[in-house]
């Protein structure tokens, strides 16, 4: 599936902006055209219907994968990662279950960028030292042949690798935590079951769809209205900053002295440049 559904725009071709720019550009589906072309994919194996519901809700990706940006991992890797886990809920998605892809989606694209940052973030925070690294390794080994470290096999290896003690048991400890699925099957223990991380990593009270909805619409409105700015004229747009967004903004006074008008003359210039404002993002809307 991977190979049929190869994307236009990669993060491993030109800057990630112009990713960016690419997928805010991809057009949104209603639910009427998700579900035809998600009944088209499962009943009939058609690919490019499964490739155009991809397309559509990478924004979606980008929009979860920048709740990851604080574990100091590269935002394209990320990305990317959650693009692997939407292809695969567009093969598993059942169009007749009521909901819209993205809120099925969520699940497996926070799964895949979870396990990218389970991966990649524990060993970055500590083994950030050529000395830790070799730790990290030299450790690994040793526990495979003896298990638990003593205390003065904990402090013979320090003393040989040039690293804290404290250094020694805290790469002991990661090295002994076992992995856990995400998303344990519903037929494990519950004690297992209680500590899978889809219980603890992912969020509540929030629909996936609203919330794209919302995030994109916000950056919709922040571009139509840098657009608007830029086509005021300069006296307009310098009454507008002085008023609206300075730190310490101008009175009608003050900026009638500027230009040498009267303040009235200033206020309809504002209220002008407002209406023109307005008018942009309520028409392009």
Do not use: C
Not at 23 to 50: C, I, K, N
Not at 192 to 203: D, G, I, M, R
Not at 221 to 242: F, G, K, N, P
């Amino acid at each position: 599936m991977s190979n049929a559904l190869a994307l236009p725009v990669n993060l491993s071709t030109g800057t990630f902006e112009s990713y960016l720019t690419a997928v805010r550009q991809m057009p949104r589906l209603t639910s009427e055209e998700e579900r035809e072309l998600a009944l088209r994919f499962r009943d009939h194996g058609d690919l490019e219907a499964a490739r155009q519901l991809v397309l559509s809700n990478l924004r979606f990706v980008v929009h979860v994968a920048r709740g990851y940006s604080g574990y100091g991992l590269p935002m394209p890797d990320i990305i990317q990662e959650g693009n692997i886990g939407l292809m695969k809920a567009v093969k598993r998605f059942d169009p007749d279950v009521g909901v819209r892809l993205v809120s099925f989606a969520v699940h497996w694209i926070k799964a895949e960028i979870h396990e990218y940052v389970i991966k990649n973030w524990g060993i970055v925070k500590v083994a950030t030292t050529k000395a830790q690294r070799k730790l990290f390794f030299n450790l690994r080994k040793f526990k495979q042949d003896v298990g638990w470290l003593s205390a003065d096999e904990a402090k013979a290896i320090a003393k040989d690798l040039d690293v804290e003690l404290s250094t020694v048991y805290e790469m002991e400890q990661r090295l002994g935590n076992r992995d856990v699925s995400f998303d344990l099957p519903v037929d494990e223990s519950e004690e297992e079951s209680a500590v899978a991380p889809n219980h603890y990593l992912q969020q509540h009270g929030a629909d996936p769809a609203e919330l794209l909805e919302n995030a994109d619409w916000s950056g919709h409105e922040q571009d139509l209205l840098t657009e608007a700015l830029s086509e005021l004229d300069e006296r307009s747009l310098d009454i507008l900053s002085s008023r609206w967004l300075a730190d310490k903004k101008a009175t009608l006074h003050e900026l009638a002295e500027r230009y040498n008008v009267s303040a009235e003359r200033i206020r309809q210039l504002e209220q002008n440049a407002m209406k023109k404002l307005r008018s942009a993002v309520v028409l392009e809307a």
